[in-house]
């Protein structure tokens, strides 16, 4: 394959199953999320349960690093795949419940709670598996073109799950969603890298112990504490899934209906908007990637994204929260995808699975933020609430920027190296 060099990464065989694959699961991730999120709120009529039910998505995120331990060993590939398939097991029972008209809330949120235990690893794998098999001349688009099978998702996904339930109902809904996940499963078995390497037979490692899994994890664990950057971007992921990342996933069902007053159709536009933003920002990435300071950039593109969220917070016009929510798609996407790069450009390649299943693990404080607002909303309000979520969020990013400047902000820092 020739062309661009943003569509570089195609030349690489497995990233052309892998691109397809992670789109397939991203597209049935977002369905099912709107999917089951308003539903959840219809049938409950409580911001609560519908914040404990996007909090259950999320339970998995400590058991992360575990994953990407067992990933290192068992190849990326083969774990990646063992867990779409686990997606679509998931989806089957819902399938079969609604199919039996059984279906009620508390066990959408029992079988969210099973698939939780393993969805949370799914971004963090898929990108340490990107990172090994495609050159690391190509990483930054490749990273960026990744990102837009999630983007996309949120705009088709949305769009696609709130039509089909509206139109259908939700066993046919289902039936999509399971068939969507089974083939981004076989896509993913396509994949012929990041397989568990084989240890050498030589007598000189014949009686070479391989450290326990536990062993394993916690050197991971620590090689993320005492190299700062890692630790400062550990600390943004997971101060930006509490204050920020609430607003635009688990609380959207209910400032679709509650604040905006909007039908199910609605929410899609709204969730769709914020995806368009995000997936713009993937492709500029996956063009202009390779010139950017990955660490500068990912703290001011955070400011951004804090700054548009304030204004989408307060205004009381739909078609300029829409704008908004466009321009806090972006500035999530750019920040988070140099995140992403900045991690694998600058960890060890034997540490790779372990640090993204540690970067899964700083998902764990958005269901805290989930819960603190479903509580927080019925007393303060929406609006004080989601204030104090983002001025919590301004505040805090400043703070990382000061106490990690040398390793964030100057520009011959390793995190910032072109």
């Not at 101060?239 to 607003?247: D, G, H, I, R, S």
């Not at 929410?267 to 368009?276: H, K, Q, R, T």
């Not at 500068?296 to 994204?305: G, K, N, Q």
């Not at 929406?382 to 000061?402: K, N, R, W």
Request: hydrophobic share 55%; with cysteine; net charge positive.
């Amino acid at each position: 394959m020739s062309g661009p060099a943003a569509l570089a990464p195609f030349r690489t065989r497995s990233y052309r199953f892998q691109w397809p694959a992670d789109l397939l699961t991203a597209w049935a991730l977002e369905m099912e999320t709107l999917i089951l999120g308003w539903y959840v709120l219809v049938e409950t009529g409580s911001v609560l349960w519908l914040t404990v039910f996007g909090s259950l998505q999320f339970v998995g995120t400590l058991v992360s690093p575990v994953l990407g331990m067992i990933g290192d060993r068992i190849g990326l590939r083969n774990l990646l795949a063992m867990m779409r398939l686990f997606y679509a097991a998931c989806a089957a029972i819902l399938l079969a419940l609604a199919l039996a008209d059984r279906l009620e809330p508390m066990l959408v949120l029992a079988v969210a709670a099973l698939s939780g235990l393993v969805r949370p690893s799914d971004i963090g794998m898929r990108s340490a598996l990107v990172g090994a098999t495609v050159p690391p001349a190509h990483l930054v688009s490749a990273m960026g073109i990744s990102r837009t099978t999630q983007d996309s998702a949120r705009i088709a996904g949305a769009l696609a799950g709130a039509g089909l339930i509206a139109s259908y109902g939700m066993a046919p809904a289902y039936i999509a969603v399971t068939t969507i996940y089974l083939a981004g499963a076989l896509l993913t078995l396509l994949v012929t890298g990041g397989r568990a390497k084989q240890a050498s037979a030589s007598p000189d490692q014949a009686h070479v112990v391989r450290p326990s899994p536990w062993a394993e994890l916690t050197d991971g664990l620590a090689y993320v504490w005492r190299t700062p950057r890692l630790l400062a971007a550990m600390s943004l992921a997971a101060l930006v899934n509490l204050t920020a990342f609430p607003l635009t996933g688990g609380l959207m069902p209910y400032i679709a209906r509650d604040v905006f007053k909007l039908d199910q159709s609605g929410l899609g536009v709204l969730v769709a908007s914020f995806a368009s933003g995000a997936l713009i920002g993937s492709l500029a990435l996956s063009v202009i990637g390779a010139r950017i300071a990955p660490a500068r950039f990912m703290m001011a593109t955070t400011m951004i994204w804090y700054a548009s969220l304030l204004g989408f917070v307060m205004t009381p016009s739909l078609p300029v929260a829409m704008a908004l929510l466009v321009v806090a798609g972006c500035a999530q996407s750019l920040s988070m995808v140099t995140l992403a790069i900045m991690l694998l450009r600058t960890s060890e390649e034997r540490y790779r699975g372990r640090i993204m299943g540690v970067r899964m693990l700083a998902i764990y404080t958005l269901p805290f933020g989930l819960l603190i607002s479903g509580v927080m909303i019925p007393r303060i309000g929406y609006t004080s609430t989601a204030l104090i979520m983002v001025a919590t969020g301004i505040l805090l990013t400043l703070c990382i920027a000061v106490a990690w400047r040398a390793d964030l902000i100057r520009r011959d820092s390793v995190a910032n190296a072109l």
